[in-house]
């Protein structure tokens, strides 16, 4: 019998600003409102999980401390209390409890602060990304967009970490990791902005959306093809993976027109899926 559909709504968790040039090649000089984009998601067998948790309050204030306070001059966010993930959970009837997993993208503070909100949550990562930041501290852990106060201190306790899902000698999507074993939530290796990245594919009644966090950071990238400003290599893992990764991401919304791809700060994404429904 084939396994019943999943169920994904995608929320916004607050709001940074970033200029178009930095976020793609060729970009203007403009100033964009970025959002910070998560997913809840609906397991018919494992209940109710998320795509990363991004912005919490908590996030802001672990960033006034040096040199994290380096983070926010980057990249200025806006984040309310009410729009932390666990603040929103009482709309669909949850709350922070019935969250039983969380897929956990990379390890940037914007992807990972509302992971003490969860304290019942499984962990899933790839083992890469979490031995890329696990002993990082200081200015090592703020080149890596890492903050160590934002991590559950019971986190490895906690986690399921996936090996096969990278390397070097494959491109991005050449291996899947079949989440619970029915195809309904695939991970996908998605190199270059941060070691051992995973995006997500998930299968509901309605749409089929792939979540690739920051495999690109707008909609127009992936269409067109255009990676992020060279100069990004300053704080992401690999600019030339990362380059490869837009590429296949451009390939596959060329063969898959009917899958919704979302990126995680993408304004347009943010219009076109959040508030969509949980279906």
């Known amino acids: 019998m084939a396994p019943k559909s999943a169920v994904c709504e995608v929320l916004n968790t607050g709001w940074a600003t970033a200029p178009e040039w930095i976020l793609l090649r060729g970009g203007g000089r403009s100033q964009m409102r970025v959002p910070a984009l ?25 960033l006034t401390v040096w040199p994290f306070v380096a983070y926010r001059w980057v990249a200025p966010m806006t984040v309310a209390s009410a729009g932390a993930v666990a603040a929103q959970l009482p709309r669909f009837g949850l709350t922070a409890g019935d969250i039983a997993w969380i897929v956990v993208s990379h390890f940037h503070a914007d992807h990972v602060g509302g992971l003490e909100d969860f304290p019942r949550a499984r962990f899933i990562a790839s083992r ?14 703020l080149r890596r967009a890492f903050v160590p106060s934002l991590m559950p201190r019971d986190f490895e306790s ?25 195809g309904l939530i695939m991970l996908y290796n998605l190199p270059g902005h941060a070691r051992g990245q995973i995006g997500a594919l998930v299968r509901t009644t309605t749409w089929n959306v792939f979540l690739v966090a920051d495999g690109c950071w707008l909609s127009q990238a992936f269409r067109e093809n255009r990676p992020p400003h060279r100069v990004t290599g300053v704080f992401v893992d690999s600019v030339r993976a990362a380059a490869r990764t837009v590429a296949v991401l451009h390939e596959y919304a060329a063969a898959h027109p009917d899958t919704a791809i979302v990126p995680s700060h993408c304004p347009e994404a943010y219009a076109r899926h959040v508030g969509r429904g949980a279906a």
């Open 128 to 141: 890469s990304a979490y031995d890329d930041i696990r002993t990082r501290t200081g200015c090592s852990a």
């Open 38 to 62: 998560v997913a809840l998601i609906r397991h018919p067998r494992h209940g109710w999980g998320l795509f990363d948790t991004g912005y919490a309050p908590r996030v802001p204030q672990a």
């Open 158 to 182: 906690r986690a399921t970490l996936l090996d096969g899902l990278d390397g070097p000698d494959r491109p991005a999507l050449a291996r899947a990791h079949d989440l619970f074993g029915d």
